[in-house]
Nanobody, 128 residues
């Protein structure tokens, strides 16, 4: 796997929606567990949503369950995050990240140290 490039961020009002995209270069995209992380100033980066290498096993941080949907297209080497009913707490820099699927467990799914590829991020700002 090569570079990860995010797009789709922007500024929206509370209640609005955004769709983030992450395009990966290189090969073997379908051998990686993919995830979206977000970070705000003064806080550490935290996981938002993750998805298994084959598109199953989606997981979400509690605060976004029912509002966000993570999907992937292994033919186009793309990862998506559909974000609905956004609120100001969703504001942050969103990063696309990848880790080898083989050793993913519920306890280490969000371990930052396990993700070996990272995008540069796309900013999401939600105003009230």
């Amino acid at each position: 796997l090569g570079q990860l490039v995010e797009s789709g961020g922007g500024s929206v009002q509370a209640g609005g929606s955004l769709r983030l995209s992450c395009t990966a270069s290189g090969s073997d995209f379908d051998r990686y567990y993919m995830a979206w992380f977000r970070q705000v100033p003064g806080k550490e980066r935290q996981g938002v949503a993750g998805i298994g290498h084959g598109g199953a096993g989606a997981r979400y941080v509690d605060s976004v369950k029912g509002r966000f949907t993570i999907t992937r297209d292994n033919i186009k080497n793309q990862l998506f995050l559909e974000m609905n009913n956004l609120n100001p707490d969703d504001t942050g820099m969103y990063y696309c990240a990848a880790r080898p699927w083989r050793y993913v467990t519920p306890n280490n799914a969000w371990d930052l140290r396990e993700f070996v590829f990272w995008g540069r991020g796309t900013q999401v700002t939600v105003s009230s």
